[in-house]
């Protein structure tokens, strides 16, 4: 005999989205992801009825992995703790900034001192500060509201070579993936490798959900960044020195993302 169902808890559930890029609406979040959710950007479209329930592999120039960036980063409405070494990808970016001006979203990005240096990603830092200086590499509390973009390296003058995140306290990411076209794969037919101006390199993207791992890379995350900003106050370096006392620009309306929270 099967149990009664629950009819006003259906009714609660919302169904989940399944469009990519969902960052401009506020109602959709990873409360209820699952690693089920990014079989549609495999190259199978389907995973094996072996495959692990917290941990996935996918694969640049096979499986869509700027899409599976998309997906879970578009759906941060908590916590972003990221230390990216190439940081080329102006969508993603865009994300980013959005989360960024967010004052219900604590955020903590780190970027190699060397890679942060060069042609994109310098192009992307200063739109990032024209923005609103105030919450470009600033560290300041206001609530929940934390924002901190921080460029530095290693804890021994390393590259900062690490490539991941940990999103909402829920999701993680890891991989030799840079963000950039070539380091994603640049899918342009359909979804599929091929077409004009297609490339890719050989990299891994791997998405985790097993709390262990999200545990100890969060709190590895933390420490890098936390070395990036010794090494800024020890070298006065131009991109983490403070903002200027005047008046920051405005952010642009459509960076700015409106969450509703109710209180009880």
Do not use: C
């Given at each position: 005999?099967?149990?009664?169902?629950?009819?006003?808890?259906?009714?609660?559930?919302?169904?989940?989205?399944?469009?990519?890029?969902?960052i401009?609406?506020?109602?959709?979040?990873?409360?209820?992801?699952?690693?089920?959710?990014?079989?549609?950007?495999?190259?199978?479209?389907?995973?094996?009825?072996t495959?692990?329930k917290?941990?996935?592999?996918?694969?640049?120039?096979?499986?869509?992995?700027?899409?599976?960036?998309?997906?879970?980063?578009?759906?941060?409405?908590?916590?972003?703790?990221?230390?990216?070494?190439?940081?080329?990808?102006?969508?993603?970016?865009?994300?980013?900034?959005?989360?960024?001006?967010?004052?219900?979203?604590?955020?903590?990005?780190?970027?190699?001192?060397?890679?942060?240096?060069?042609?994109?990603?310098?192009?992307?830092?200063?739109?990032?500060?024209k923005?609103?200086?105030?919450?470009?590499?600033?560290?300041?509390?206001?609530?929940?509201?934390?924002?901190?973009?921080?460029?530095?390296?290693?804890?021994?003058?390393?590259?900062?070579?690490?490539?991941?995140?940990?999103?909402?306290?829920?999701?993680?990411?890891?991989?030799?993936?840079?963000?950039?076209?070539?380091?994603?794969?640049?899918?342009?037919?359909?979804?599929?490798?091929?077409?004009?101006?297609?490339?890719?390199?050989?990299?891994?993207?791997?998405?985790?959900?097993?709390?262990?791992?999200?545990?100890?890379?969060?709190?590895?995350?933390?420490?890098?960044?936390?070395?990036?900003?010794?090494?800024?106050?020890?070298?006065?370096?131009?991109?983490?020195?403070?903002?200027?006392?005047?008046?920051?620009?405005?952010?642009?309306?459509?960076?700015?993302?409106?969450?509703?929270?109710?209180h009880?």
């Amino acid at each position: 005999m099967n149990p009664p169902t629950n009819p006003s808890a259906a009714a609660t559930t919302p169904a989940k989205s399944t469009v990519t890029n969902v960052i401009d609406d506020p109602t959709v979040s990873l409360q209820q992801f699952d690693l089920l959710d990014l079989q549609p950007y495999t190259q199978e479209k389907a995973y094996s009825t072996t495959a692990s329930k917290d941990f996935h592999l996918f694969y640049v120039g096979r499986d869509d992995v700027h899409d599976i960036l998309k997906h879970v980063l578009s759906r941060v409405s908590v916590s972003l703790y990221l230390n990216m070494f190439g940081y080329d990808d102006e969508e993603l970016n865009d994300i980013l900034m959005k989360i960024a001006l967010d004052p219900t979203v604590t955020m903590l990005v780190t970027l190699d001192k060397s890679q942060a240096g060069g042609k994109h990603e310098a192009a992307l830092l200063d739109a990032d500060k024209k923005h609103d200086l105030a919450l470009f590499n600033t560290h300041f509390v206001t609530k929940t509201h934390v924002q901190e973009f921080t460029v530095g390296q290693s804890a021994t003058h390393q590259i900062s070579h690490t490539k991941g995140f940990i999103a909402d306290g829920r999701v993680a990411g890891e991989g030799s993936t840079n963000w950039s076209d070539s380091g994603e794969g640049t899918f342009v037919v359909k979804g599929q490798p091929g077409g004009a101006g297609y490339k890719a390199q050989n990299n891994t993207q791997s998405i985790i959900t097993d709390p262990d791992t999200i545990s100890r890379f969060s709190s590895e995350l933390v420490a890098e960044h936390m070395v990036a900003q010794k090494q800024a106050r020890a070298t006065g370096a131009a991109h983490n020195a403070s903002p200027p006392a005047a008046k920051a620009m405005p952010a642009h309306p459509g960076l700015v993302r409106h969450r509703s929270h109710s209180h009880g």
